[in-house]
DNA sequence: TTTTGTGAATGGCTTCACAGCG
DNA sequence: CGCTGTGAAGCCATTCACAAAA
């Protein structure tokens, strides 16, 4: 962390930790649902228990965006919608390129939450030039070639990498030059950006790895405890209950993370 | 947290950060492509700059799992290679199924990552009967109804659901019930499952409203901070430096918080 | 001398618990 | 009386800096 922080007095305090911005979403996903449902109020207890976090640290979040409840009563529903979806800069639109448009990308392409709050598909762009002209839901592919001109004419700052990994550094190298100060990457690398570029990534395989490494400690665990489990199915059915680990319901969203490299 | 830790004495000090563990995989990509190039060793400096992480985080972190170095000369990367798939459960194979085949779920299917280590798609289910039968990524399609049958048989611990929001607790009620243990969510949703059971979400809404965060910020800087940015193009071309935030570089990977909820 | 392994210091996030407001 | 907003405490992770090993 440098220095930072000294332009614009702002309507608050500045500087929401990352774990919090991580969970606004969750949050306006949550009131969202209730917004449509004509909920007029929640507690934070509730709210808390819809987004799968505890209700303490949901009221420590807000309380970072600003006194936004009444006590005694709860939170508005739509007077929180509309904060937050400020706070996060979803009350403008965002034009999104997606460059890669193999099996994942046009999954991304097709992806309804996208184009939902905020985000627009601005363009898809594939290196193979027998993709190009051919629609991706609904919008034509164009080809690498025209990447610089898509940025640049769309004012684009946020773009989707979805390339085969040997590609990724290069896409990112030609987003960053373009303008793109933000870069989604689902490719299985580790992209190195200048100086004020965010990154953050989805790595699938990673996320599996995660969840074996926990797999294998239950099996373990399984073994070594009660020898009460017949001799029964092959099958590892962990029926058994077990006193592990967190004690927190609910997802618990990431602790983000993103670097401004 | 709660108790927990009695059994199993292990090869040493039990209890690996969730931190560290959320960057073993990363570790290990950098190692692997080291072993493909022949690279018999590698130093912590060397080996965290390939990973994106600071040299000291990752000494700490491998101090977790032992005493894998030489001091003055490095790590040996096959050595090491070897010692991370087996904390992360990686030398045996996982068994995985995908519920949902649509636009994200068949490129899921298609990811190459999957197979690779340690996992196998043992199964891909869709609730459309159009689709049974269908093959996809050369495996083929199976109807919802087999669930249960698909799961036992194949003594699949790990799920990966895929389908529209709306359908994904219904899914993961029915694999948790049929054994399922580890669950990868890709449905915007917040899953309840039982005591014991691991969750991981990735959410692509959820991504790209952090970065959108971050890239509203940099706009809000950028007008207040310097005014020698002449008037040319709309676009938003933040070429200047920033000295905000975060100064390490690299994907600093996420914290996880895995949830046995 | 080089580079690991690790106590100690630091900083951030979560949880607790309760004062304060409606 | 109910529920928010928040200081204080505790916990976890990162970073520092150096002693110890090869």
């Not at 909920?39 to 976090?53: I, Y």
């Not at 709860?74 to 904060?83: K, P, T």
């Not at 773009?159 to 550094?169: F, K, L, R």
């Amino acid at each position: 962390m440098a220095t930072g922080r000294t332009h614009r007095p702002a309507t608050r305090s500045r500087g929401i930790p990352e774990a919090t911005v991580a969970r606004l979403p969750l949050y306006l996903r949550a009131l969202t649902a209730l917004s449509e449902r004509s909920v007029p109020t929640v507690s934070s207890e509730e709210l808390a228990a819809a987004a799968g976090v505890n209700s303490a640290k949901l009221r420590k979040d807000f309380s970072y965006l600003g006194s936004y409840g009444t006590r005694g009563v709860g939170y508005d529903v739509e007077y929180l919608v509309y904060q937050i979806s400020r706070e996060l800069g979803l009350t403008q639109d965002w034009p999104v390129v997606i460059v890669g448009i193999g099996n994942l990308g046009a999954a991304l392409a097709n992806y309804g939450g996208f184009a939902s709050r905020g985000f627009r598909v601005a363009a898809l762009i594939d290196a193979d030039p027998a993709m190009a002209g051919k629609p991706v839901a609904g919008i034509p592919v164009q080809h690498t070639d025209e990447l610089e001109a898509i940025i640049r004419d769309n004012g684009v700052s946020i773009g989707v990498i979805a390339t085969p990994a040997g590609a990724a550094q290069q896409v990112c190298d030609r987003l960053v030059a373009a303008g793109v100060t933000s870069i989604l990457n689902f490719a299985p690398t580790v992209l190195t950006v200048p100086d004020g570029v965010d990154v953050r990534k989805v790595d699938l395989s990673i996320e599996l790895q995660i969840l074996a490494f926990h797999e294998q400690r239950k099996a373990g665990e399984e073994a070594a405890a009660d020898v009460t489990q017949a001799a029964g199915t092959t099958n590892s059915a962990v029926a058994a209950k077990r006193e592990d680990s967190a004690t927190d319901q609910g997802p618990d969203g990431d602790v983000p993370a993103v670097m401004p490299a």
